[in-house]
């Protein structure tokens, strides 16, 4: 299979054609067109690059096939491209530029987004001195385009360790041989990143800028988390909530709750400003991680295995009480047909929370679903807000950190909603 995948990237012959509706998407400029709306593919192979043309043979651009997803054609250029190991480390170096632009106060965040940043099928994740990647398609998978991104993150950032971190289901679901997580290079698979040092003292962490080796800049007020490639979800921490935290850490004041808290990152932000915080979640390893971070920063928070819905609902009953409660809980729509339950659980969950609040009291809350678009997330809670009988004040609606960028022809990149409300009562 990897010999086949080889022999695929560097095949630059093969062309696909396409329905009308296939050429309207791309048009729109969307990479995706689905398998459907491909009328020829003949001899194309698993992962090729691929010339693509609409009926009439006109040349529409280059893409990357998966003979094996729903997305058959993910685009990679509106050109020709000659060499896409070279294209992909052009990308590589792309992404890492922006992010030296935008990015501040950190060591820890995602360096290249999949179609975000124009690389359908890659994630690589900085943390401090160890950079992870994934891949998630067949033309990524192909060892030239692997041995390119290894070098390019080698030569750009100089880490001490790259942790390549395995989806199996997704590799199963691409058709790709079976892999385990394991170090691609160096020798450091775990380690301690520092988020929003230089927000929190008004300056610049110079962690954001990787000149050179990778350092962590003034780190003497950032929050530190543990890291370790071989653990976690996702690719092991929630980095798109990085200037979320932050900005929640402004409002907080007094008792905190932080529900689905996983390793305490809005938690231990909390922590910086308020008396008490309960972080509660129901992994019992995400919270052994969370109390050992807290142990890092000094901190002594509360730490509550359970179910984040019915302890909210027991609080209410026993009339407690808090100043701040964060709501981050895992996606509810995975799908469009899951959307009405959805919209049903985040109004749920967000009615426990506005009954346990203070008047002047601060709801961080927010929803990874792609499926519930602003506006729907805006209205859930504000019907929340209706039948709790309590004014909002809508103080910022954010998403998520500019390291994961979101196009704007392409929704899938918008998917993260954080709403911070200040109860008026
Ligand atoms: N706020 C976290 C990310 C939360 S991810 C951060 O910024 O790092 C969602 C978390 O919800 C996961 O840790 C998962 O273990 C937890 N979870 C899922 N269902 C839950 C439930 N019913 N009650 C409490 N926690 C739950």
């Keep these: 299979m990897p010999k086949k995948s080889v022999a695929s990237a ?3 012959g093969a062309s696909v054609r396409l329905s009308s509706r296939g ?9 995706w067109v689905y398998r459907s709306d491909i009328v020829e593919a003949k001899d194309v192979l698993p992962g090729a690059t691929v010339r693509v043309l609409d009926s009439r043979g006109k040349f529409l651009g280059t893409a990357l096939y998966s003979s094996s997803s729903q997305i058959a054609i993910r685009m990679i250029s509106h050109g020709s491209v000659a ?9 590589i170096r792309a992404a890492i530029a922006y992010r030296k632009e935008l990015v501040r106060n950190t060591d820890a965040y995602r360096i290249v987004f999949s179609e975000a940043d124009f690389l359908p099928g890659l994630i690589v994740d900085r943390y401090n001195d160890v950079v992870t990647l994934q891949i998630l398609t067949q033309a990524m998978d192909a060892a030239p385009v692997r041995e390119a991104v290894l070098q390019t993150l080698r030569e750009e950032l100089q880490p001490a360790g790259i942790v390549e971190r395995v989806d199996a289901r997704i590799r199963e679901l691409e058709q790709l041989p079976p892999l385990s997580s394991r170090l691609l290079w160096g020798e450091k698979s775990s380690t301690v990143i520092h988020m929003n040092g230089g927000h929190m003292n008004g300056g610049h962490m110079n962690g954001g800028h990787m000149s050179g080796r990778m350092t962590s800049g003034d780190e003497s007020n950032a929050v530190r988390f543990h890291y370790d490639g071989f653990e976690g979800q996702k690719t092991g921490g929630f980095l798109d909530q990085r200037e979320n935290y932050a900005a929640a850490a402004v409002y907080a004041h007094g008792e905190a709750l932080d529900a689905f808290c996983y390793q305490g990152g809005f938690a231990l932000h909390l922590a910086t400003k308020c008396a008490s915080v309960t972080g509660v979640d129901s992994s019992r390893p995400a919270l052994e991680m969370a109390e050992k971070n807290a142990l890092l920063n000094g901190r002594d928070l509360e730490w509550i295995e359970g179910n984040a ?20 809980p895992p996606a509810f729509a995975k799908t469009k047909r899951d959307l009405e339950k959805a919209l049903g659980g985040y109004k749920e969950l967000n009615l426990r929370a506005l009954k346990l609040l203070r008047p002047g009291g601060i709801l961080v809350t927010c929803s990874c679903s792609f499926h519930v678009g602003a506006s729907e997330f805006l209205g859930v809670v504000a019907d929340a807000a209706r039948d709790a009988h309590k004014s909002l004040r809508l103080v ?9 960028p979101i196009l704007l022809n392409v929704p899938e990149t918008s998917y993260l909603q954080c709403l911070i409300l200040i109860v008026s009562d």
Excluded: C, M, S, W
Aim: proline share 4%; no cysteine.
């Design 83 to 91: 060499d896409l190991p070279a294209l992909v480390a052009e990308r």
């Design 309 to 328: 819905f019915d302890l909210l609902r027991e609080y209410a009953a026993g009339n407690r009480r808090y100043d701040t409660i964060v709501l981050d």
């Design 10 to 12: 560097l095949h630059l």
């Design 396 to 404: 910022e609606n954010r998403g998520a950190a500019k390291d994961h």
């Design 23 to 31: 050429v309207a998407r791309l048009q729109g400029r969307h990479p």
